[in-house]
């Protein structure tokens, strides 16, 4: 069967085109040959299981891997009681044993544990579990992983954070008993805050069963390099003739390497654009990824509508360009970081990715569409009057209309609500002309509290907007000269400036400024 791109699931390189994570599991077994323990949290569909499965393997000739997943091996009702845990517990690791070369010859001690199972009948409990892994352990003739997927089934639930305190009870007494030579488990959720999550006594409140864990630093994000990699085995199967650097950088530049989202990249132009793998079908890849309904995107809009501290975390960055440090002792930051939403650059609280902007950018701005916005309603109104006769965008008449309605209904405003908001009314007034044909993104290296540039794409064509506040006549200049060479980056010739000035004389309006060989369109309102 040939190979195509997997969005579901995990991958295997037997049947689907992904990234060598050869770097990744030479890392992860540095930290299992040491004897160490950890959690892989990572986002939705970041490649947790993947990762699992090829560690398995990768560590199958020198390890016996015990290899569990709480979301099929455990229900709900496994979690009631010890006893239950247990005993679920007990068989899951038996069906995982059967799947390694070593059943054989751990067959006899697992018919012991059975044995004393049946004896103990519902006294059997995790201590006792404990004792027999033990046995099993020192028995073994080589040292045991326990590797656990999708841990945050057990969230929130006490028989499992006992079972964690029996993982620690024997980890810290490995010099007295045998126990497993490393436990792996994988969620979104960093098990270390479980405790807080249950127990909010101020006895439990920071004294976590799984802090014994080691910080897990392995960047399971993709490179270009990585990318561009998979791109070049996939070409030599379908001979498209793309520019494999210039696509790989592509889907880099709007994904940050979030896995699943490279992945979505590479199926939609495989399955949509076949042959076709140029910077013009990505950007039509683009425009369908940012429409999809699909569960991490459905994740991450559900955590942002269900607490106003996330969102206005987000809101804080995107539209006023706040400057915020990481800060992981932060609650906030702390959860975005962990469902994947933000990202430690340099020590700068950022957005992860592109596609992630502009998913957040395009749900808070439809929230505003659909609750009757005046200004909106003037753009919408006769969006066709913004588009050329050959199909192209008009960016000059958006800016001059712009001007007009923003003056009509916010004129009177106070200067604070303008200068906090009007980025997000003018992607407010951009979204009715170009949705459904043309798309944009924010330039995250100009996103500060002056300044913004915002990329449209429509028709195959780019415009650059730079938005700024007017901060004097040095600053704007000095705008002018941002904009040129941001246009030279682009190989663009012509850019616009839209200036949000709240000195009382302003001349309101549209000029045409030649800034070296480019021409700079400027609004201020």
């Not at 809101?315 to 006023?320: D, E, N, P, R, V």
């Not at 941002?482 to 663009?492: F, G, N, R, V």
């Amino acid at each position: 069967m040939a190979k195509f791109f997997n969005i579901v699931g995990s991958c295997s390189p037997k049947e689907h085109y992904m990234v060598n994570l050869q770097s990744r599991l030479v890392k992860i077994k540095e930290f299992v040959d040491r004897g160490q323990y950890f959690t892989i949290n990572r986002g939705r569909q970041y490649g947790k299981t993947t990762t699992l499965f090829a560690l398995e393997n990768y560590l199958s000739s020198e390890y016996v891997v015990i290899s569990l997943d709480f979301q099929g091996n455990m229900s709900e009702a496994e979690f009631e009681n010890q006893y239950e845990f247990s005993t679920a517990l007990v068989d899951a690791m038996k069906r995982a044993l059967k799947r390694t070369e070593y059943y054989a010859e751990l067959k006899d001690q697992i018919k012991e544990i059975d044995r004393k199972i049946e004896k103990l009948g519902d006294r059997f409990r995790l201590v006792k579990l404990f004792s027999m892994l033990s046995d099993l352990c020192a028995e073994s003739s080589k040292p045991i992983v326990l590797m656990i997927d999708e841990v945050d089934q057990a969230s929130n639930n006490q028989v499992f954070l006992d079972f964690l305190a029996q993982l620690r009870y024997y980890y810290l007494n490995r010099n007295k008993f045998a126990t497993f030579q490393s436990v792996i488990l994988a969620g979104v959720h960093d098990i270390r805050n479980l405790k807080q999550k249950i127990r909010p006594d101020a006895e439990h409140k920071h004294n976590s069963p799984w802090n014994i864990a080691i910080p897990f630093d392995v960047d399971m994000s993709f490179s270009a390099e990585e990318i561009a990699e998979m791109l070049t085995e996939y070409e030599s199967d379908h001979h498209t003739g793309m520019n494999i650097q210039e696509i790989a950088q592509l889907i880099y530049d709007d994904t940050s390497g979030y896995p699943v989202l490279v992945s979505s990249f590479c199926k939609l132009m495989d399955e949509k654009f076949g042959a076709v793998w140029t910077k013009e079908s990505f950007l039509q890849a683009e425009r369908i990824l940012l429409t999809e309904k699909t569960p991490l995107f459905e994740s991450l809009m559900n955590k942002l509508k269900e607490s106003e501290t996330l969102k206005n975390l987000v809101l804080q960055i995107l539209f006023i360009g706040k400057d915020i440090p990481y800060n992981a002792d932060n609650d906030a930051i702390d959860t975005a970081a962990m469902y994947g939403f933000v990202a430690n650059r340099d020590g700068k609280l950022v957005i992860f990715n592109r596609i992630f902007e502009t998913r957040i950018y395009n749900w808070l701005i439809s929230v505003e569409l659909t609750s009757g916005s005046e200004l909106s309603a003037f753009s919408a109104g006769d969006k066709s009057q913004f588009i050329k006769p050959d199909g192209r965008l008009d960016m000059e008449k958006i800016l001059e209309k712009f001007v007009i309605h923003f003056d009509a209904v916010y004129g009177n405003e106070k200067e604070k609500f303008k200068e906090e908001v009007g980025r997000r009314l003018f992607l407010l007034y951009l979204r009715p002309i170009i949705n459904g044909t043309g798309f944009y993104y924010i330039e995250p290296q100009t996103r500060n509290d002056r300044r913004m540039d915002v990329v449209v794409t429509y028709a195959k064509e780019q415009h650059i907007i730079e938005l700024k506040i007017w901060h004097g006549e040095q600053y704007n200049e000095d705008g002018e000269k941002q904009l040129s060479d941001y246009l030279d980056y682009q190989h663009l010739k012509k850019g616009y400036l839209l200036t949000f000035n709240f000195n009382q004389e302003k001349e309101i309006g549209v000029k045409h400024i030649i800034y070296k060989d480019k021409e700079l369109i400027e609004a201020t309102v």
